[in-house]
């Protein structure tokens, strides 16, 4: 009768760690709402996460332990699958032509994206992440402009509602979205809340959203949904996508692009 506490407890554990690992730190009393468990339950957790050496401890909340090192580095903490997203980077970027003012989202693979738009001429770029706007600020041809809001560490952006509110009134051809997990049923998923109004205001503000996700996001769930699949116009995948997965998004509307 332990193991399915046990494994539930993992679960949580994880689902913890990808919090942290998206808004760098966190309060017991935050988690313990978000999880719908008592303080005690995630100070054990957090225990258990420090002793692994993920995170470090501190009075009431913990945060990631490598996260200082990741800011002064200009660093995303996410390094898996990398040559799939570097091929969806390309196939992304070969979409976009002169003179269009698009909007790029924070993430590993949106950072592809921006890596293979260089030679473009009078392009506006709208992006919420550090790493990106200071990339593409220094090319020549390139208009970079940042909203404001709360600097997000782990993923070098900046959050909340300000920055979302920036986004209103503005117009962009097309939109590069990141996503933690895709799935048919629950659509969009991410590891914590702070990003859902940015990523909704993107939206609102784009002609056309590319999502950008390489094939292990799909079939999961994260914490938390920005919305179904109907909100993406273009999926932009590597060639892991399964038929049965392919079949199902595009039965759901959305255009799959396989790089």
Partial sequence: MTAPARLL??????RILAWLREEGSAR?????DAFDVSEVTVRQDLEKLE????????????????????VRAL??????????KRRIGRAAAALVSDGETIILDSGSTT?????????RRDMTVITNALNIALMLGAEPGFD??????HFKAPTLSLSGDRSAAYFEGLFAKKLFLATAAIDVDAGL????????????????????????ADASKIGLRSFTALGGLDLVGTLITDDRIGDADRAAIE?????????
Avoid: W
């Avoid at 970079?144 to 809001?149: E, F, I, N, W």
């Fill in 9 to 14: 407890g993992e679960v949580r554990r994880a």
């Fill in 28 to 32: 017991v009393r935050a988690l313990a």
């Fill in 51 to 70: 002793a692994d050496g993920h995170i470090v401890r501190e009075h009431g909340g913990a945060f990631l332990k490598s996260v200082t090192q990741q």
């Fill in 75 to 84: 660093a995303l903490q996410h390094h898996e699958n990398m040559d799939e």
């Fill in 111 to 119: 950072t592809e994206v921006a890596a293979g738009l260089g030679g």
């Fill in 144 to 149: 970079v402009h940042m909203p404001g809001g």
């Fill in 189 to 212: 998923t991410y590891p914590a809340l702070s990003d859902i109004a940015v990523k909704r205001a993107m939206i609102e503000a784009a002609d056309h959203v590319y999502l950008v």
């Fill in 251 to 259: 039965g759901a509307g959305v255009e799959v692009v396989v790089a």
